[in-house]
């Protein structure tokens, strides 16, 4: 064992006692005695074996069921450093809060010391973490989720360059839940938690707060990103795209996009990834980007061979359902599958179910653990090295009146005005009200591990690195008509405007300027066997002076929230260029 890992487990057990320390290799036995523990334990339960090979079910706390925010905290010596949007506690008072919670917090259970690494094997992309846990449920998801065991500790070698995760569910108890960042130390403690993106510390913890306080340090991009390839088989040209969604505005569903039929002889999108980016620019001035996680952690509800058939088929075998409803018949079901409801279930609070019961059966941020390589739409370069090559990057919120379906920025710096003044209405993904608009940079809002004025002037310094930087564009698949009915299909019709951002990237495509950025006219986006009403495009396109004007008072008061003398003048720059053409509409 790695000599700083082994010091600092031994260092942990004096806090939290745990009965028994195991190393993970990540090997296929290791994974059979674990699983068949959980099962004794049952944490997990088994699923027919029939029809779910090697999957398993597992539920959380009640009132442990997404992401914590407000228990959220980033912790550097310097409060202004963690910023304006982050929670803020200073290490040595986190430090002191948390171990008092993590005292004697094992008792009784294993500690698990789960070596992971974030990227593929021989990519100087790729960084190792340490994820030390007394949860088997974590380590089983870990497993999915990261390259997990030998392969992370080779890498690692004799270095102690590794991200230090501590993680223990002690009590469940809200009152002691916290997850604590310190980027300062490459450091994350989570207490009093069981929900993955709480705890599966490879996730958002190291892969978006703690990598984007080392990406600006060390000049590369963490980014809460989907990565896609998209390729037009006619001309044989690929590009690879990459979108920024808040959790749960349909990410994985985008990543994994299947043609409609009328256009599905022409183009074909593969999958690198669903949720996280790490983008680096190489030696020709061109950004990269890789996929750190080697899993998918999805939303179950509304995963249908509709909304995502590759998602259906990805889940098919080796997969974990947290929270979704438990079937009489020993299978899983939520709302929005492929099969009718059950007659009899087990609902995500354990209560009985059936379809007349008044609550859903599965909670609304229910999820599958899923592994990357079972995606029958999996890109062949998804675990490149040297990452792909990224052409256009895409922000896209949930915004019922304001953004057109598609536009483009004028340029890099106006790119990166239209992320940061991104806002979206709040999903089940994170513990609160669902349906609130809130402003979301980069849909990084939760996830920025530092002051979120540093974190634009980052992206504005790496645009003025790369020789072509890519294209950025906003969408909206969630625009609402006067009654409140969705106005575009979305869904696989999505493509459509893949490929105009694809052809706009390429120099094929036209555009309008207009005083928000770049439109393309209706007839550009192609309707082939689409059967929406004729005059929806254009309406769908269309900018509404008052609207707008109200979205520039919302976006001064949000610059006037967060400016605390750091934020960019760049950006205070395209606000009043953008109100000043609004103003001549
Ligand atoms: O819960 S996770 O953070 O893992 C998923 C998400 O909210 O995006
Ligand atoms: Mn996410």
Redesign the pocket.
């Known amino acids: 064992m790695n000599k700083h890992v082994e010091v600092w487990v031994n260092e942990t057990a004096k806090l939290t006692k745990p009965d028994r320390i195991v190393y993970i290799d990540g090997s296929d036995a290791e994974k059979e005695r674990l699983t068949k523990e959980a099962l004794a334990t049952k944490e997990i339960t088994e699923l027919d074996q029939k029809r779910y090979p090697d999957c398993y079910y597992h539920r959380t706390a009640i009132n442990d069921v997404?992401?914590v925010e407000h228990l959220t905290f980033i912790c550097t010596m310097n409060k202004q450093d963690a910023g304006p949007t982050n929670n803020w506690m200073s290490p040595p008072d986190a430090y002191a809060k948390l171990s008092a919670i993590f005292d004697g917090s094992m008792k009784g259970r294993t500690m698990y010391v789960i070596p992971y690494l974030m990227g593929p094997a021989n990519s100087a992309f790729s960084k190792v973490g340490v994820e030390l846990t007394d949860s088997i449920y974590v380590v089983l998801n870990m497993r999915i989720m990261t390259r997990m065991g030998k392969i992370a500790l080779d890498v690692l070698g004799d270095s102690a360059a590794f991200v230090k995760g501590l993680h223990s569910k002690a009590d469940l108890n809200e009152d002691r839940r916290f997850i604590c960042h310190f980027p300062e130390d490459n450091t994350i403690w989570s207490v009093g938690s069981g929900?993955?993106?709480?705890v599966?510390l490879g996730?958002?913890c190291f892969s978006l707060r703690i990598a984007s306080f080392l990406g600006r340090n060390e000049g590369w991009m963490a980014e809460?990103m989907l990565i896609l390839g998209l390729k037009d088989k006619k001309t044989g040209e690929k590009q690879y795209i990459a979108a920024a969604f808040p959790?749960?505005c349909g990410k994985t569903n985008l990543a994994m996009l299947v043609p409609p039929a009328a256009l599905a002889d022409r183009y074909e999108v593969t999958t690198v990834g669903d949720?996280i980016a790490w983008m680096r620019i190489d030696d020709n001035g061109q950004l990269r980007a890789i996929n750190p996680e080697y899993g998918f952690?999805g939303v179950a509800p509304g995963t249908n061979s509709k909304s995502n058939p590759n998602a259906v088929k990805t889940i098919k075998k080796e997969t974990i359902f947290t929270n979704v409803v438990h079937t009489a018949d020993n299978g899983v079901w939520w709302e929005g599958s492929d099969d009718a409801a059950p007659a009899n279930g087990t609902d995500w609070k354990g209560n009985p179910w059936t379809p007349a019961s008044k609550e859903k059966g599965a909670n609304p941020?229910s999820?599958f653990t899923a592994l990357a390589k079972n995606c029958p739409c999996i890109d062949p370069d998804w675990e490149s090295p040297k990452g792909v090559p990224i052409s256009a990057i895409i922000f896209g919120g949930r915004r019922a009146k304001t953004a057109p379906l598609v536009y483009e920025s004028f340029n890099w710096q106006h790119g990166v005005f239209v992320g940061a003044t991104m806002a979206s209405e709040t999903t089940a993904?994170?513990a609160g009200q669902v349906g609130v608009m809130r402003n979301d940079p980069m849909a990084m809002k939760p996830f920025c591990g530092y002051n979120v004025n540093d974190y634009f002037a980052h992206w504005l310094a790496m645009g003025k690195k790369m020789k072509n930087p890519p294209k950025i564009f906003n969408v909206n698949w969630f625009r609402q008509d006067e009654n409140g009915a969705f106005m575009w299909p979305g869904y696989g019709e999505n493509l459509r405007v893949l490929a105009w951002i694809a052809a706009r990237t390429a120099g094929k495509a036209t555009a309008s300027e207009t005083a928000i950025g770049n439109l393309p006219d209706a007839s550009a986006i192609d309707t082939t066997g689409l059967s929406i009403p004729a005059d929806m495009v254009k309406k769908l396109l269309s900018i509404d002076k008052s609207v707008w004007e109200t979205e520039i008072a919302s976006i001064r008061k949000f610059f006037g929230e967060i400016d605390d003398g750091r934020l960019p003048k760049e950006l205070k720059d395209e606000l009043e260029k953008l109100a000043a053409r609004i103003q001549k509409i």
């Open positions: 997404a992401r929900y993955g993106g709480n599966l996730k958002k809460h959790s749960a949720d952690f941020n999820r993904a994170a």
